[in-house]
């Protein structure tokens, strides 16, 4: 069974920064691919970035290119999102997600596991 464990979310001022974990378990961890989605109050949920272990291929939201990283340490299971320059829209829960079919990186519906969500809210 997989399991998706996020943290790191909290509450930070604008230009602020954090460095969200995603935990992961019950599959191999030298082939997968990771994604981060945030959901805003009133919002759909969206793509935010992509990590694929296959090719070490990386994806990013426009909104989030030059602030976001994404990045995996495959010995501990757990793949980063390390925020920067945050800003009050960035303001959501984010999730995790395995399970990728390959299609559209930024598509929640195209991810089959999700863990349960960190808050990260942003300051003005």
């Known amino acids: 069974e997989v399991q998706l464990v996020e943290s790191g979310g909290g509450l930070v001022q604008a230009g602020g920064s954090l460095r969200l974990s995603c935990a992961a378990s019950?599959?191999?961890?030298?082939?997968?691919?990771i994604g981060w989605f945030r959901q805003a109050p009133g919002k759909e949920r969206e793509g935010v970035s992509c990590?694929?272990?296959?090719?070490?291929?990386?994806y990013y939201a426009d909104s989030v290119k030059g602030r976001f990283t994404i990045s995996s340490d495959n010995a501990k299971n757990t793949v980063y999102l390390q925020m920067n320059s945050l800003k009050p829209e960035d303001t959501a829960v984010y999730y995790c997600?395995?399970?990728?079919?390959?299609?559209?990186?930024?598509?929640?519906?195209?991810?089959?596991?999700w863990g349960q969500g960190t808050q990260v809210t942003v300051s003005s």
């Open positions: 990590i694929s272990s296959s090719d070490g291929s990386t």
């Open positions: 019950g599959f191999t961890f030298d082939d997968y691919a």
């Open positions: 997600a395995a399970e990728w079919d390959g299609s559209s990186w930024y598509d929640p519906a195209d991810f089959g596991s």
